[in-house]
């Protein structure tokens, strides 16, 4: 069963209320006209994730659900506490573990499970960066199964996309239905922007003196979150710019612009870390700065996220994460995590290769939805064939229960109909910890799915928190 | 502003400029073909057209010698493997306008992104579209850009790295035009003042869209001095190279004033120098220096010119 976000118990839940009203006398063809606006919105403006290389329209739209998901202010103050408290205990972790690694040393979590991973990276071991901040955007992935049973799905440390969609998605509701905003009392999202930009000179380099020129590196055009990488540079007012627009001399880092050299102290890259700087990590690197990595050491420029941050959220570690909450904050978790058997360990192993028909099975290292086996939903041969797999490398494999993701209801062919949906939120972390009322909600739009990435069929919701 | 912000708007108004050209072109072309044939049918004229365009050589290892109105169109207007098609200028032209969204307005992208996606709903009728349909389709779009720009971009140093790129395509453009004249026709000397020659003189005067601002300008017969005159010298011709290198100049004199003395000027010295140099010329002494001669001349200049705006600008120097 199901936890329906609109229905309780037959009856509609307060938070719904207008909107249920609102459905039910919108037309259907006014609808479909809105629909046809919203898309039309989204292309003019650009807001696409563009895929090359596959022919066809290299720029596609995510589909949009006009149909909000809402959250009151009393669910929302318990998610907000919980995901501070989460991103705080992070990167308490990250600084530990390139620094003197007490919690391996405490045994509260397996050494080789730290320093073997990929993501650890040697080159910034008793680096601490300013602030002593890592992860300077959290992304953390949130399900909900019953009115007050909230689970963290993962952890994204590095540099967590889909911020753009929270913000476009409400500006074009707004402009679409400014009654629904007149009549209701929601919480803004739009000051997103100003405290990025305000967390990220909060972490400006000890060098640097006045106030710190920032910018975003992107790998370029051709990746797929390129509309979102200049939609940021916009709102914040930065230059987006590319490896080769940066170079390093004399223990800086500076940018070319048409009156010469410009100096940066603050970079949000949005590349991963092996392409950060070829002299570092991957020499074949045509993205990065070379000797970037340099400057960063002796602190003439601030990364974020800092190099190494991805060792704090792979599917393995997050395990972990509660006992880093206790560890290092002395607090029992607010949030909880989904249960989850990690297949190194023989017990697990054991009930996870009986049980493969009502788990879900994922790579250490996935994302996007893919390498992944849903029990319930798979055939017989698709688990005996990801049998082998996992036999292959258990230690690359973890497993959970098919959860019962709650359900939003949402526009469909034949009117509405709820749908599964998650919950992205973002929280930023610089001299202060902070976080705006919402974040982006992803909906499986086909029936019955559980699969919510845009990759496999899933679609966007704008999210409401409606204050007191 | 970053360099390579200022380079991709200054390659975007090139472009944007080169496709304008690609497609008057091909109206020349398609005119000809309503007039009556010739012995040796419009090979010449053609030929002429490809020159113009700089073509000739990649057109053939294309085409062969299939020199046809049919195979013309699609170079001109449709072909990838024509850096100077309209398809081609085109898609860079959004392609840099995409990678510096955040240093256009909305209405600009949305200009540019709407040819783009007519252009695709083109590209898929290929062969049922006729050469009017193609040019009415450039000329609406590439006004719509201009107008949106004019009307829209602050007039920061972004606005003059587009601008620039405007006027530099343009005075190399019409040199290039004006230089076929040289290759085609001048060799044969017995058609000179002929009235072949004058109709080779419209044709051109056509291919920058000018026949009609001609008359006004000067009146009575077309005559090779009158037309060099008004493509060359005139100030009021908005194609003429002194219009479109003062444009030019302008442009950097702006980012001159608005950079300082921080920053190295030597394209606009060297653009100020050669439109002085251009000014102290009439064209009795262009042609007496040789047309040819005094046109690679300038079109070396707006080369010399376009590597200072690059040194200056886009090299991001130490």
New interface residues.
């Given amino acids: 069963m199901y936890y329906n976000e609109m229905l309780d118990g037959g009856q509609v839940r307060a938070p719904y209320a207008m909107l249920s009203d609102w459905v039910e006398t919108m037309p259907s063809e006014i609808r479909q006209m809105k629909q046809a606006e919203a898309e039309a919105l989204f292309r003019r403006i650009g807001i696409t994730f563009a895929v090359y290389g596959e022919g066809g329209d290299p720029d596609r739209l995510i589909p949009f659900d006009m149909m909000p998901r809402v959250f009151l202010q009393s669910e929302w103050r318990k998610l907000e506490r919980g995901i501070k408290q989460r991103a705080r205990a992070l990167n308490a972790f990250l600084r530990d573990v390139y620094g003197r690694g007490e919690i391996v040393r405490a045994g509260r979590i397996p050494a080789q499970l730290v320093y073997q991973n990929e993501a650890y990276e040697k080159a910034v071991v008793g680096i601490v960066p300013p602030r002593g901040v890592f992860s300077h955007i959290v992304g953390i992935d949130i399900v909900r199964t019953g009115r007050d049973e909230f689970f963290v799905l993962e952890d994204n440390c590095r540099t967590p996309s889909g911020v753009s969609y929270m913000l476009e998605n409400r500006e074009i509701m707004m402009r679409m239905f400014p009654g629904l905003f007149r009549n209701n009392r929601i919480e803004p999202v739009d000051q997103y922007s100003e405290l990025l930009r305000r967390t990220l000179a909060s972490v400006a380099p000890a060098k640097c003196e006045g106030a710190p020129t920032i910018v975003i590196l992107t790998p370029g055009h051709f990746n797929s979150a390129y509309y979102e990488h200049s939609f940021l540079a916009n709102l914040m007012g930065v230059e987006l710019v590319e490896g080769s627009d940066l170079f390093v001399d004399g223990g800086f880092v500076y940018m070319r612009t048409t009156q010469g050299p410009k100096r940066v102290d603050v970079i949000y890259r949005r590349i991963d870390d092996p392409f950060l700087d070829p002299l570092c990590f991957r020499k074949d690197s045509m993205l990065g700065v070379p000797g970037l990595m340099d400057v960063y050491r002796s602190g003439g420029v601030s990364i974020a996220s800092a190099p190494g941050a991805g060792v704090a959220d792979d599917k393995a570690v997050y395990t972990f994460v509660p006992e880093m909450i206790r560890f290092y904050l002395g607090e029992e978790p607010l949030l909880q995590n989904v249960q989850t058997w990690t297949l190194w360990k023989d017990d697990d192993y054991k009930y996870v290769m009986e049980n493969l028909a009502d788990l879900v099975v994922k790579e250490v290292h996935g994302s996007g939805g893919y390498g992944m086996l849903i029990g319930p939903k798979a055939t017989k041969a698709e688990i005996e064939d990801f049998a082998l797999r996992i036999k292959a490398n258990p230690g690359n494999y973890i497993a959970q229960p098919t959860l019962a993701l709650s359900t939003s209801p949402t526009f469909v062919e034949e009117g509405v109909a709820p749908r599964h949906v998650d919950l992205r939120p973002y929280c930023l972390c610089g001299d202060r910890v902070e976080l705006v009322p919402g974040g982006l909600t992803r909906v499986a739009l086909r029936e019955g799915s559980l699969v919510v990435n845009s990759s496999q069929g899933g679609g966007v919701k704008d999210t409401w928190v409606l204050s007191e | 502003?970053?360099?390579?912000?200022?380079a991709n708007l200054f390659w975007m108004g090139r472009h944007l400029e080169r496709a304008d050209t690609a497609a008057r072109l091909l109206d020349v072309g398609a005119r000809i073909t309503l007039l009556p044939n010739t012995d040796e049918g419009y090979r010449n004229e053609w030929e002429s057209l490809l020159r113009a365009s700089g073509a000739q050589q990649p057109f053939a290892e294309r085409y062969g010698d299939q020199i046809n109105q049919e195979n013309i169109e699609s170079w001109l207007f449709f072909d990838g493997d024509n850096p100077s098609s309209v398809a081609s200028c085109l898609e860079r032209a959004r392609?840099g306008g995409?990678?510096v969204?955040?240093a256009l307005t909305?209405q600009v992208?949305?200009a540019l992104?709407t040819a783009y996606q007519e252009l695709?709903q083109m590209q898929r009728r290929r062969g049922k579209v006729d050469a009017a349909e193609l040019t009415d389709f450039t000329m609406r779009h590439s006004s719509t850009v201009r107008g949106a720009i004019n009307a829209t971009q602050l007039r920061n140093?972004g606005w003059h790295f587009i601008n620039l790129g405007y006027s530099l395509e343009r005075a190399d453009a019409t040199s290039r035009l004006l230089d076929v004249k040289y290759y085609v026709l001048l060799p044969r000397v017995e058609f000179v003042g002929s009235g072949l020659d004058n109709y080779q003189w419209q044709v051109i005067l056509r291919a920058l869209s000018a026949h009609r601002a001609f008359h006004w300008a000067y009146g009575g017969e077309i005559t090779a001095a009158k037309v060099a005159d008004f493509l060359i010298l005139n100030g009021e011709s908005p194609r003429s190279l002194l219009t479109s290198l003062y444009e030019a100049v302008w442009n950097l004199d702006g980012?001159v004033r608005r950079?300082g003395e921080?920053?190295p000027a030597n394209a606009s010295e060297r653009a100020r120098q050669t439109l002085e140099s251009l000014m102290a010329r009439d064209i009795e002494a262009i042609f007496d220096e040789g047309l040819h001669e005094f046109l690679t001349w300038f079109i070396g200049e707006i080369g010399s010119i376009s590597t200072a705006v690059h040194e200056d600008?886009?090299?991001?120097?130490?």
């Fill in positions: 502003m970053l360099s390579r912000t200022a392609e995409r990678i969204r955040t909305s992208w949305d992104n695709r140093d980012l950079y921080g920053v600008y886009f090299s991001g120097r130490m």
